[in-house]
């Protein structure tokens, strides 16, 4: 069944650096378009990075360009995220999401938690 399983979440001081891991299994993760999100409580969901399917390019919000980048490895069915500069305002819970556009579906990892904190 289609399994979007992420990780490296956890707890980092202001100025730190985690990356975040996503491997997808059950589907065709390279016709997939990739992104994380993140969500605080009370908050939209909002988009974090994207990246295309084989091609790779990548899009940021910009909140987060310059510190963290999305990339992708199609051979592990893999997407992540390194976070760097990290600060405060980052804490949230990141969701790791598939798209494709083609077959009007979207697939949702479980989320994992980030917090920035002194």
């Known amino acids: 069944q289609v399994q979007l399983v992420e990780s490296g979440g956890g707890l980092v001081q202001p100025g730190g650096s985690l990356r975040l891991s996503c491997v997808a299994s059950g589907f065709s993760f390279s016709s997939y378009a990739m992104s994380w999100y993140r969500q605080t409580p009370g908050k939209e969901r909002e988009l974090v990075a994207s990246?295309?399917?084989?091609?790779?390019?990548?899009n940021y919000a910009d909140s987060v360009k310059g510190r963290f980048t999305i990339s992708r490895d199609n051979a592990k069915n893999t997407v992540y995220l390194q976070m760097n500069s990290l600060k405060p305002e980052d804490t949230a819970v990141y969701y790791c999401?598939?798209?494709?556009?083609?077959?009007?579906?979207?697939?949702w990892g479980q989320g994992t938690q980030v917090t920035v904190s002194s």
């Open positions: 999401n598939a798209r494709s556009r083609v077959l009007y579906t979207n697939y």
């Open positions: 990246i295309t399917t084989t091609v790779g390019s990548a």
